[in-house]
């Protein structure tokens, strides 16, 4: 199963870069985000809630990376007819749909990067690191639990043949309610709850914890739970869904 | 419907449009699951034990889709070859073995997106064939291929098939089912409606004479008194571009044509044939009879 895993990351990143629309988003959204986290706080004289909001917008981006990079995908590996060939794999469905969603966490990952270096040299937004070995560690564990919380997604995109819609309409409510656009502290009570179980809200606070000096591995511990809990989850409904599917006869779109 | 399939036989599943045949190959592949009945392949029951089926089936089907157009052939059959479990050690010479079995040796660096449809088709032969598959499913594999690309595609079946691979063809080509299979079954209406070698096909119509009559603008009432001919056992109409052929099915012997001419008289005939039947004028038989 390792060796299809691997094979299937390598593959789908491939797959992404010879694709033109995705190519050049990659490049322009960084600049879009930075300039998000600029202009939505007012916040110029301060560096540290400039740094905040430029984290704030990466993660949001990698969140919007994953959940396209997974719903797109499945919607391709329909019209292309590969999605019925790798089900009839033996394979189980986890390791080929695990990679979609980690090649689109890990281009996310690079986003991180490029929205912090487009927001340095755009706005002057200051990039200092207060602990540089957490901040190292806390992005892949940030990638990894957005990863796996895109495979809970990705299993209903084996059901549903509008998947991509689906996909486009889970980026704003993820958003919000992770603390992303405004802070959690700000929503309702009985929405925080949902905060919680959300990959991004722990992600961007052990990103934000590592960059401006705080306590981030416990939020690097819950990224790694949660993505156990997701994997979890998300194998398991891979698994019915695609007994449903095979039911209902929905693999094929065509 | 019940049928079975001995190891090392190319069976062929025949019927028209809408008929169940990818249906059933689907069941069988377990990318459907059964609404009724049960299925086993290789001993293996469809519905409870999935992937143990899927380890030793090859499924192929036809026309362009189910490649990843944007990578290589050769990214592609890394990646269902990981997918299909083959060792590491073995995955590299595997491959190259099987571009040389399709012919696609050399062109294999080349993106999928550029191939023509003949190479799509002969790569998605070699997919489905990574694994070594007992048993290899064929869903219509030379639809919309030129001639030549065909012919080189129904070799290479012929060929798995010498090797002793169990094969399971649809096809709507009644020459590519008569040329390949050792055993057909016609399916029509949600069943079987007859199953055995081509030549126990043909018997259907084997005493007879097929006459065909190229007409312009027949009415159904003058191939309603053609039917009455005495010598006369059945007439079908099938069109071909602006055409209707009258296909006349006679005992042998009986010599109907003057008598049909003659019924055929205001109406614009052209090239008259009279041969002997082929498995195309039995399935025809065997459809409409159903």
């Known amino acids: 199963m390792i060796p299809a895993i691997l094979t299937g990351v390598r593959l789908h990143m491939k797959q992404a ?22 202009y939505l ?28 990079a997974s719903s797109g995908a499945l919607e391709q590996q329909r019209w292309q007819g590969t999605l019925e060939l790798v089900v009839a794999a033996p394979t189980p469905l986890t390791a080929v749909i695990g990679p979609i969603c980690i090649a689109g966490a890990l281009v996310g990952a690079y986003a991180i990067g490029a929205t912090l270096i487009w927001g340095a040299l755009l706005f002057d937004v200051p990039v200092r690191v207060e602990q540089p070995l957490a901040f190292a560690v806390a992005i892949p564990a940030c990638a990894l639990a957005i ?8 299993a209903t995109f084996v059901l549903y043949r509008a998947s991509f819609h689906l996909g486009i309409a889970m980026q704003y409510p993820v958003w919000i309610v992770s603390g992303l656009l405004v802070p959690i502290s700000f929503l309702p009570s009985f929405v925080r709850p949902l905060s919680w179980v959300l990959a991004p ?36 409904c891979l698994i019915a869904f695609e007994y449903i599917a095979r039911a209902r006869g929905s693999l094929r779109l065509t | 419907m019940s049928f079975t399939v001995e190891r090392g036989d190319l069976f ?18 377990t990318l459907l699951l059964p609404t009724a009945g049960s299925a086993r392949v290789l001993g293996f029951d469809v519905r409870r034990q999935a992937r143990r089926i899927r380890g030793r089936v090859g499924y192929v089907f036809g026309g362009d889709r189910g490649l990843y157009d944007r990578l290589s052939a050769l990214d592609n059959l890394r990646y269902f070859a990981d997918l299909y479990r083959v060792a590491p050690r073995d995955r590299r010479a595997r491959i190259d073995s099987l571009l040389e079995l399709v012919e696609l040796k050399g062109r294999e660096r080349e993106r999928v997106e550029t191939y023509s449809r003949g190479m799509k088709q002969r790569l998605h032969i070699a997919r489905g064939l990574l694994h070594d598959p007992e048993i290899l499913f064929l869903d ?38 008569d040329a390949l299979c050792e055993r057909i079954a016609v399916i029509a209406n949600g069943s079987f409606v007859a199953t055995g070698t081509p030549a126990d096909l043909k018997a259907v119509v084997g005493d007879n004479t ?40 006679s005992a042998v012997g009986a010599d109907v044509v003057r008598a049909l001419l003659n019924e055929l008289a205001d109406v614009v005939t052209g090239k008259v044939v009279t041969r002997e039947p082929t498995l195309e004028d039995a399935y025809v038989e065997l459809v409409r009879s159903a």
């Open chain 2, 12 to 29: 062929g599943l025949l019927g028209p449009n809408g008929a169940g045949k990818t249906t059933m190959i689907k069941i069988l592949t």
């Open chain 1, 147 to 154: 990863g796996m919380l895109g495979l809970i997604m990705a």
């Open chain 1, 201 to 236: 809200t722990w992600g961007f606070r052990a990103i934000q914890e590592a960059a401006l000096g705080g306590t981030p591995w416990p939020d690097i511990g819950m990224c790694l739970v949660l993505s156990l809990v997701y994997l979890a989850i998300g194998g398991s």
């Open chain 1, 17 to 38: 870069s010879r694709n033109p629309f995705d190519l050049s988003g990659v490049i322009v959204w960084p600049i879009l985000y930075a300039s998000i986290a600029y």
């Open chain 2, 210 to 249: 097929i006459v065909e009559i190229e007409t312009f603008g027949i009415r159904e009432e003058t191939i309603e008194r053609l039917r009455k001919i005495p010598g006369v056992k059945g007439v079908g109409v099938e069109t071909r571009d602006q055409a209707q052929v009258l296909l006349v099915q």
């Open chain 2, 140 to 177: 219509e594999p030379t639809i919309g291929l030129d001639p030549l690309g065909a012919r080189e595609l129904r070799e290479t079946i012929a060929a798995l098939h010498e090797a002793g691979k169990t094969i399971l063809l649809t096809t709507h080509y009644m020459y590519e089912a």
């Open chain 1, 41 to 68: 706080l007012d916040a110029k004289n301060e560096p540290r809630l400039l740094l905040s909001a430029s984290l704030g917008a990466a993660v949001m981006l990698m969140w919007s990376m994953v959940v396209i």
